[in-house]
């Protein structure tokens, strides 16, 4: 018991310790933080009303990158593997290449007018459409989700909707795995395709919250939904069924409005509220402890997690917080007394 108790206050303290170091990116723009993406240690962010931003910190300065300040409502940033920058807007979806040291060089800033000209308008067949969710497929074709289904872009630039089975096509949220496998976050339920979004199915059992805001995946397969209103859940498919995680009475989270879900390499998942802070868990969701982001008396509208362990958050008219206690060298400190919690239990 004794031992349990040190290894919990540990736990604990160190988790207090990583809630003090969340440290603003001093910001030139206003508005709210949809989105964020990042390559190469530099940050993109897609704002409400003031564009989409880049932050290196070679040289510790936001620049604007969009065209002509004409990109707003930037509600999804994605890069592919090909370097290329996609930004989901109101109305359109742009592309960006983003050149190699981009940032840290200063190779394409708004220093340089021309390379403002990059951006490309993708597609007109989504025209007044909300871009909510971008991702891609293994043969690298751009897929969207939209308040009004969902639209593949080929590589010959031709666009086609693949909708068929989707009882509601509000799209609030699209992620396609490593197996090609889609999946459809909606106003009213998750739906799966293993066809290349040819046909959809419903796999909403167990969702008492079917208002679904993000959906990702660990490397070890377990499949993760965040509700607003809802909390989070994760998916048994040998039962075909969800079970809330979050709703622990000691070590959940308290509020169910889940803004942002990400999980990293070793499969520790972060998990933002709105107004009460953000969440992590060692344990698959078993247990949370909360690790600050509401000390700002601002909403938190995205998370984001940088493949080097950095963790972003991007809030309601406050700009961006990092927070790199959960870095790769600092994992292995934390990771010890988390192993000592989940052992003693």
């Not at 930004?87 to 359109?92: S, V």
């Not at 025209?127 to 080929?154: A, H, R």
């Not at 601002?298 to 927070?323: D, E, H, Q």
Request: hydrophobic letters at 30%.
């Amino acid at each position: 018991m004794k031992f349990r108790f040190l290894s919990i206050l540990f736990f604990c303290t160190s988790l207090t310790f990583a809630q003090s170091i969340w440290k603003q990116l001093v910001r030139p723009f206003g508005g709210s933080i949809y989105s964020l993406a990042e390559v190469s240690d530099t940050l993109f962010i897609g704002t409400s009303d003031s564009g989409i931003w880049c932050f290196s910190e070679g040289d510790s300065t936001w620049h604007r990158i969009d065209d002509n300040k004409i990109i707003n409502d930037v509600y999804s940033l994605k890069i592919d593997s090909a370097n290329n920058l996609y930004a989901g807007c109101a109305g359109n979806v742009y592309k960006l290449f983003l050149k190699s040291g981009y940032g840290n060089d200063s190779t394409v800033t708004p220093s340089k007018p021309n390379d403002k000209k990059k951006w490309e308008v993708l597609t007109e067949k989504p025209k007044d459409k909300m871009i909510y969710s971008i991702d891609f497929t293994k043969d690298n074709n751009v897929v969207f989700g939209t308040n009004d289904g969902i639209y593949e872009l080929n590589h010959n630039d031709s666009i086609s909707t693949i909708n068929n089975g989707l009882k509601n096509i509000c799209i609030n949220y699209l992620y396609i795995d490593k197996y090609n496998t889609f999946y459809a976050g909606t106003v009213s339920g998750i739906f799966r395709s293993t066809d290349s979004g040819k046909n959809w199915e419903e796999i909403s059992n167990g969702l008492q919250n079917g208002n679904i805001r993000i959906i990702t995946k660990s490397e070890k397969g377990l499949l993760y939904a965040a509700t607003h209103g809802g909390g989070v859940y994760l998916f048994d498919s040998t039962k075909n069924k969800w079970t809330n995680i979050s709703n622990n009475k000691r070590f959940g989270i308290p509020n169910p409005y889940i803004s942002g879900l990400v999980c990293d390499n070793d499969g520790n998942l972060f998990a933002s509220t709105y107004q009460f802070g953000v969440y992590y868990s060692k344990d698959n969701g078993r247990n949370w402890v909360k690790i600050g982001g509401d000390e700002f008396g601002r909403m938190i509208y995205s998370l984001f997690l940088s493949p080097n362990g950095k963790l972003y958050i991007g809030t309601f008219g406050s700009g961006v917080y990092v927070n790199d206690y959960f870095s790769k060298d600092s994992k292995k400190i934390l990771g010890a007394s988390v192993k000592n919690l989940i052992r003693s239990k």
